[in-house]
């Protein structure tokens, strides 16, 4: 499966450097001289994520609004490779711009680690507040040493908590609980409220749920939905510990070369599909817990205080190292803007 999956992709990126070869003096020009201009957004959601949607959109508005001056090429699901594939595109210039969870980037851009951290905000508006603001800029100014620049924040939403035993009420009741471990500041995390993990791969979490080699599992509410982990797990509990952001970034030599109007109609219409995809978002979300009871699933929210005792807790076992990755100063930055937004 592994080299079919690289076969395809592969094909992809041989596409798209077709593409460019066809465009390349358009984009060469950036539209200053009345050329057309190419823009192609390579990212890895599926072509019904309200991510797509709302590029979509951006593609249809950036178009007419140019009089088809601009042509806007959207490669979805990972059709030009993981996260990190495609950002490296994007950087070289072979592709214009790029979507990916901040995540996927740290290692790049270790002062996106910032976003690890647990607990940040209270819900997602506080969360658009303080990604559309200062803070928000400061992490995307950090793209700028590579090459890229920050256009803003998507989001995938919140991560919740599912397990096949109890309803989780207290921060007690995660003690002993086994779960998929993937990163060492999630492991680190998690492992200071007593909660135990294994190191899986995404693919073979469903596997291991079904066989009862873990409890549970966390992860956004439209993936614990789309993947079927309910057949597996019982119990839903909104924890929101976690907010994972959908970072959309662009190649900035592409980016200081357009011409003001063409520069204008694009910064315009990125606000605009960045704030489509976060009301498609969260009505897919209600939607999708709608959904759960009907499939056996048991919801409930965890109380505010003991999601405040879970943060401290999480917090303190990882702050000193997302501060060795972000520097004492963003740390700061970050933080005070998280409760003036609050």
């Known amino acids: 499966m592994k080299k079919k999956s690289s076969f395809f992709v592969s094909i992809g990126i041989l596409i798209v450097f077709f593409l460019a070869g066809c465009s390349g003096g358009a984009n060469e020009a950036n539209g200053k001289g009345g050329d057309k201009v190419v823009i192609r957004i390579g990212h890895d959601s ?24 601009i042509d806007v090429q959207l490669f979805p699901a990972g059709q030009l490779g993981d996260a990190s594939e495609i950002m490296e595109q994007v950087r070289r210039g072979d592709v214009e711009m790029g979507l990916g969870a901040s995540t996927h980037f740290t290692k790049t851009f270790p002062e996106l680690a910032v976003w690890e951290s647990f607990y940040l905000f209270d819900d997602a508006a506080h969360a658009h507040r303080v990604l559309d603001g200062k803070a928000g800029q400061e992490t995307l100014d950090a793209l700028n040493s590579n090459g890229l620049t920050g256009l803003g924040y998507m989001e995938i939403g919140f991560r919740n908590f599912s397990n096949d035993k109890k309803p989780l009420e207290t921060i007690e009741d995660f003690n002993g609980l086994k779960i998929r471990g993937y990163n060492p500041l999630q492991i680190k995390a998690w492992e200071s409220l007593g909660v135990s993990l294994t190191n899986l791969a995404w693919g073979e979490l469903f596997t291991s749920l079904q066989q009862n080699l873990i409890d549970g599992q966390e992860s956004a509410t439209t993936s614990f939905y ?42 315009e219409e990125i606000k605009n599909a960045i704030t489509l995809e976060r009301e498609l978002m969260a009505q897919l979300e209600e939607e999708t817990l709608e959904k759960l009871p009907e499939e056996g699933v048991k919801v409930n929210d965890l109380p505010l205080e003991e999601r405040h005792k879970m943060g401290e807790s999480m917090n303190n076992a990882i702050k000193d190292d997302i501060i060795k990755q972000t520097g004492q100063e963003l740390y700061d930055l970050v933080k005070a803007e998280v409760d003036k937004e609050r």
């Open 46 to 69: 599926s072509t019904n994520h309200p991510s797509h949607t709302a590029l979509e959109e951006f593609e249809k508005t950036v178009e007419q609004r140019s009089e088809n001056k």
């Open 226 to 267: 789309d993947e079927k982990f309910y057949e597996a797990q019982e119990y839903w509990t909104l924890t929101k510990h976690v907010y994972t952001n959908y970072l959309w970034y662009t190649n900035s030599k592409f980016m200081d070369g357009l011409s003001g109007e063409n520069k204008e109609i694009i910064q």
